[in-house]
């Protein structure tokens, strides 16, 4: 599958006990060869643009945002991994702990591709929040 595809992407983030979902639909595209799925689409975060890059690996998720927003987040079930953010204001380190993964390629029509993955974030030993994202990807007709 390499395509042009439609990408729907659910967040909920827990915070002090106050949960907020957001969904966010981009247009994008796809690419799987062998076991990896790459996704690249524009995310806009307050009319600034970014290049965001998804490798969806059995074993983890990879994601790289370049533009106006730089950061790389990995997401290893079971570890925590150190990710930067950077702004124009500056840069935010996080923690990122990956509690489970779950990859899921539909080669039958519809052709499209599930990912969820739950994590927690950390500032130094601090928890910050509880996350969850969920994945929806469906190539164009």
Do not use: W
Not at 20 to 36: E, L, T
Request: hydrophobic share 35%; charged share 20%; proline share 4%.
């Amino acid at each position: 599958m390499s395509n042009a595809v439609t990408i729907e992407m659910t967040t909920t983030q827990v915070v002090d006990e106050q949960r907020d979902v957001s969904v966010a639909n981009y247009q994008g595209r796809c690419h799987i060869k062998d076991d990896v799925a790459v996704l690249q689409y524009i995310e806009a975060v307050q009319g600034q643009k970014s290049l965001v890059k998804l490798e969806l690996r059995p074993d983890g998720c990879f994601m790289q945002m370049t533009g106006a927003m730089q950061r790389t987040m990995d997401f290893v079930p079971g570890k925590r991994t150190e990710t930067k953010l950077m702004l124009p204001v500056g840069t935010m380190e996080f923690g990122v702990h990956t509690h489970s993964y779950t990859l899921d390629v539909i080669q039958q029509e519809p052709k499209h591709i599930r990912v969820v993955l739950q994590y927690d974030l950390y500032s130094g030993d601090d928890f910050v929040a509880e996350n969850q994202l969920g994945i929806c990807v469906k190539v164009c007709p």
